[in-house]
């Protein structure tokens, strides 16, 4: 079993920054893919980014290339999603997950473990 806690949502104005963190209580975190994933109201949970275990390969949805980075940091278990430029379109619940294996994926589907969510709020 897995545990992920995320951290670092808020509210933020159209055009800021916000950066989101997930820490992983297993020490074989770095061997797994990891991926960020949202949730707006009222709709389907969707991909945001993905990372493979070396973060050689990274996968990113087209509503965020160029505005997003995600990144991870083995050694302590985390992993990170930089989020600039943001927008409305952008107010979701953000997940973190983590995928037995080393191949990233922007599938939810394709997800093992889940971390309970962290509000990201953009205003207008």
């Known amino acids: 079993q897995v545990q992920l806690v995320e951290s670092g949502g808020g509210l933020v104005q159209a055009g800021g920054s916000l950066r989101l963190s997930c820490t992983a209580s297993?020490?074989?975190?770095?061997?797994?893919?990891m991926g960020w994933f949202r949730q707006g109201p009222g709709k389907e949970r969707e991909s945001v980014a993905a990372?493979?275990?070396?973060?050689?390969?990274?996968a990113y949805a087209d509503s965020v290339k160029g505005r997003f980075t995600i990144s991870r940091d083995n050694a302590k278990g985390t992993v990170y999603l930089q989020m600039n430029t943001l927008k409305p379109e952008d107010t979701a619940l953000y997940y973190c997950?983590?995928?037995?294996?080393?191949?990233?994926?922007?599938?939810?589907?394709?997800?093992?473990?889940w971390g309970q969510g962290t509000q990201v709020t953009v205003s207008s």
């Open positions: 997950a983590v995928r037995r294996g080393d191949a990233y994926s922007l599938r939810v589907d394709d997800y093992d473990y």
């Open positions: 297993r020490r074989t975190f770095s061997t797994y893919a």
């Open positions: 990372i493979n275990w070396s973060s050689l390969m990274r």
